[in-house]
């Protein structure tokens, strides 16, 4: 298990540089540059631009500039948030991003799994259906709505919350953010848990369970749910890098300083150095979570085994 | 309406700090609508949400009263001399940065080379431009001590020679890049001086938090020598990129003001919250660019005449922005200082009639059913720009036009369409300062805001000629003209003038609609304060 997690490890190694590599150069393929805007400069000025961030040079010494500084540790400063270091602006946001994407992924399972597993047993009941019907109201209705009615409702109208703000995490302001991030999540997990439950209940080893004179309750507990957490399980993987790397729509709907506004507008505002940051952070975040889940799944699954 | 930092806890804990803490702190919560680029002055990228946080900390020669007028800041006074080429600023005694250092000339001197190093690679100093040498300075020809500034006795006063009398110079200096910089900070801590730690500011407030991409928080600044008339005791920027939300945390009691709020809204606002809704006009114009280049269809005067004809830009303003925006006729927008407010000809009245006149001029330009004329309009990608393209498509539409709409986003736009490679594009002016000359530049010949490559000899000029003159009265004439040049060309169309829109707290005062819309809290009071 141990140089099967080291031999992953090392792999992920030249993915990560494929990463970065391909990210590099798509990034400087894409027009427009971190200095075009509305007002077009005077060419001393841009020039002066594209000396201080070292943008005059041939595009291979920038990528060689760029690497060289990154196996440092040195992922350079913003070009737009200039009194931040692209790794103070990560360092300072993936905590708050972590918190409410954390918080959130808990909140979803806590709900999600017992739905789907409620679903799963009352199978085309009433129950099923609105449990279902409500999951799919949850999975169409998007987060950018959710969010302002909950903003409206619980900050506005009935003001028991406040409405938007981080104040430092303070429990009141995690409130609203942590229900509109995981309310799609939610959904997704019953379903999915609902699906999962029904194919393994139907299985041989089920009959076969309930034919050794198992009580109902034995056999779901001891031999279901296990088994039926596996789609879980890696669906989890990938959702949690994604969710905890934030949510550039919660986060502007409720002004959370988390990272997730870094993908979409260190992108738009061509902040090169930012947008690499945030690609090789959220690379490696998902190799190592795609290493988790791969871990667990030995856990939950006795024939999945990682022997040499 | 929340006046008390303190109220974003809840009841309890309100409850048990007001027990605690006797005398609450008056602070002002303003949503901003992004992040500040910097505390460095030179490295700010532009925005007006990053000026409402500078003009708050720092405070330059000059300073604005709550009317948006220049009134005397860390200069008392000046003399002009008689060529209008030097000015020499008379610094206040009593002018300290937070760490109690006096602000001196030196520090003027050492801002403005610092802003004009090529090496800070600032995106604005050519707004400084007109202290001599300073293009030499920036383009790197120069020294840094060629600039034309020098600190007299002993840092009291300040020399500042000009390439050219330049009569809007005092309003040029209320613009942050024009602010001092703390020299000593600065030769202490290197780049590390903008740190929360580290900074110091001369203004009303000086920070003291940044949560980077929520919220900044400033303090007022005890060593400011106008600090027994600041209200506050602190302000919070947050940063509000998602508008509706802010008008959610505006209603919730979370912010005092919130700034630019979405004109879509303008109506309910109005109609819901109309003491704390504010419009009014702004520095601003938004226009269609006009491509002249050699083999474009608006090369031909005839057809720019005639898409400025059917223009209906009282249908723009009141129906499809739905009064958030004035109708425009011109480039210079009204407010503007020492300018009386131009008209291009024949663009308002009897529409039936400027229908009939617009499709003799396609008619003649040759174009017909056969031949239909083109247009390739773009828009930089926004709610706002698409419901007017789609508006002035339509009402091109009578005069056979058929329009091919292109939406990109910002900075793709904007560089194709310096490029060239479209018939009308979106584009908008915001004032710098208040003077006619920063929009007449929009088209003067070479000029890279010159997106359409307007070329006029007779306006360029007009320009120059204005550039030398003193006299307010003969440079306010000589601009006009050259306006008048332009319009007479119909070298654009112009379309909307831009207009403030703010959320105020009816329970505050000293906070003042103004056109270019700047708001320092250093006058702002709580009804009840004291």
């Given at each position: 298990m141990l140089s099967y997690t080291l031999k992953r490890l090392l792999t992920a190694i030249p993915t990560l540089l494929i990463v970065i590599t391909i990210s590099f150069f798509l990034m400087r393929v894409a027009p427009g540059g971190p200095f075009d805007g509305e007002r077009q400069l005077p060419p001393e000025i841009e020039a002066n631009l594209k000396a201080a961030y070292h943008l005059d040079e041939p595009l291979p010494q920038q990528y060689l500039r760029y690497m060289g500084n990154l196996l440092q540790g040195d992922f350079g400063p913003s070009f737009k948030y200039k009194d931040f270091s692209v790794t103070e602006l990560i360092a300072q946001g993936f905590p708050v991003s972590l918190e409410i994407g954390g918080l959130a992924i808990l909140l979803a399972l806590l709900i999600g799994l017992p739905l789907g597993i409620i679903a799963a047993l009352r199978r085309n009941t009433m129950i099923d259906y609105t449990v279902m019907g409500t999951a799919l109201a949850g999975i169409a209705v998007p987060n950018f709505v959710i969010a302002p009615i909950l903003a409206l409702v619980f900050g506005v109208l009935l003001a028991w919350l406040p409405a938007g703000g981080w104040n430092g995490g303070a429990l009141p302001n995690l409130v609203l953010p942590v229900i509109a991030l995981s309310i799609q999540q939610i959904a997704y997990i019953a379903r999915m848990m609902r699906a999962s439950m029904i194919e393994v209940l139907g299985s041989h080893y089920i009959r076969t369970a309930r034919a050794k004179g198992l009580s109902e309750r034995q056999v779901i507990w001891r031999h279901a749910i296990r088994p039926a957490l596996l789609p879980v399980t890696s669906y989890l993987g990938p959702a949690i890098a994604g969710i905890i790397t934030g949510s550039v729509v919660i986060e502007q709907i409720f002004g959370i300083p988390g990272i997730g506004r870094y993908f979409v507008q260190a992108a738009l505002n061509r902040d090169y150095t930012l947008v690499m940051g945030t690609v090789v952070f959220y690379g490696a975040l998902i190799v190592l979570m795609n290493l988790l889940v791969d871990l667990l799944y030995s856990a939950l699954d006795p024939q999945i085994r990682y022997d040499d | 309406m929340l006046r008390h930092s303190h109220t974003l806890l809840g009841a309890m804990a309100l409850s048990s700090l007001a027990l605690a803490a006797p005398a609450q702190a008056d602070t002002l919560n303003i949503g901003v609508m992004g992040e500040l680029a910097s505390f460095d002055t030179s490295q700010v990228s532009g925005g007006v949400w990053e000026s409402q946080v500078l003009m708050d900390v720092y405070e330059g020669l000059v300073k604005k009263n709550p009317e948006g007028e220049a009134i005397p800041g860390m200069a008392t006074d000046w003399d002009i001399s008689e060529d209008g080429q030097t000015y020499t600023f008379h610094l206040r005694d009593d002018a300290k940065w937070s760490d109690g250092e006096p602000v001196t000339a030196e520090d003027f001197v050492f801002g403005w080379q610092h802003l004009l190093d090529p090496a800070s690679a600032s995106k604005y100093a050519y707004l400084l431009y007109p202290i001599q040498n300073a293009e030499a300075v920036n383009s790197g020809e120069k020294p840094l001590d060629a600039l034309g500034v020098e600190s007299l006795d002993d840092g009291k006063t300040l020399k500042v020679t000009l390439n050219a009398p330049t009569p809007y110079f005092p309003q040029l200096l209320?613009?942050?890049?024009a602010y001092p910089l703390p020299k000593h900070a600065v030769e202490e801590y290197g780049k590390q001086w903008v740190k929360m730690d580290n900074i110091v500011t001369n203004g009303a407030f000086t920070p003291t938090e940044w949560v980077s991409q929520s919220r900044i928080s400033v303090a007022k600044n005890p060593e400011y020598y106008d600090a027994d008339d600041v209200s506050l005791d602190g302000v919070n920027y947050f940063n509000t990129e998602d508008r509706n939300a802010g008008i959610s945390r505006f209603r919730a009691g979370e912010l005092d003001v919130l700034r630019e709020y979405p004109s879509s809204r303008y109506q309910w606002l109005k109609d819901n919250l109309p003491e704390a809704t504010h419009l009014s006009p702004m520095l601003g114009s938004y226009y269609y660019v006009l491509n002249t280049r050699d083999?474009?269809?608006?090369?031909?005067k005839r057809v720019r005449k005639a898409l400025n004809l059917v223009a209906r830009r009282k249908v723009l303003s009141e129906q499809i922005m739905a009064g958030s925006f004035k109708d425009a006729y011109s480039l210079v927008p009204p407010g503007t200082s020492h300018y009386d407010v131009q008209h291009m000809d024949?663009?308002?009245?009897?529409y039936a009639k400027r229908l009939a006149k617009a499709k003799q001029l396609i008619k003649e330009a040759g174009y017909g059913p056969d031949h239909p004329l083109q247009l390739k309009l773009r828009y930089n990608t926004s709610d706002e720009h698409k419901k007017i393209a789609i508006a002035m498509a339509a009402m091109w539409k009578p005069l056979g036009v058929e329009v091919e709409m292109t939406n990109a986003e910002a900075t793709v736009h904007y560089q194709t369409i310096q490029e060239g490679d479209f018939d009308v594009a979106r584009a908008g002016w915001i004032a710098d300062y208040n003077d006619a000359e920063n929009f007449l530049t929009l088209l003067r010949g070479g000029v890279g805001n010159n997106y359409g490559d307007y070329d006029n000899a007779e306006y360029d000029t007009l320009l120059d000629q204005a550039a030398s003159t003193q006299d307010l009265d003969k440079r306010e004439a000589l601009l006009e003209k050259a306006e008048n040049t332009a319009l007479d060309d119909y070298a654009l169309v112009p379309l909307l003038y831009y207009v403030t829109r703010n959320l105020v707290n009816p329970e505050i005062t000293g906070w003042q609609d103004n056109a270019e819309d700047d708001h320092p809290s250093r006058w702002v009071k709580f009804h009840d304060g004291d």
């Open positions: - | 209320t613009h942050y890049t083999g474009r269809p608006t090369a031909d024949g663009v308002e009245g009897d």
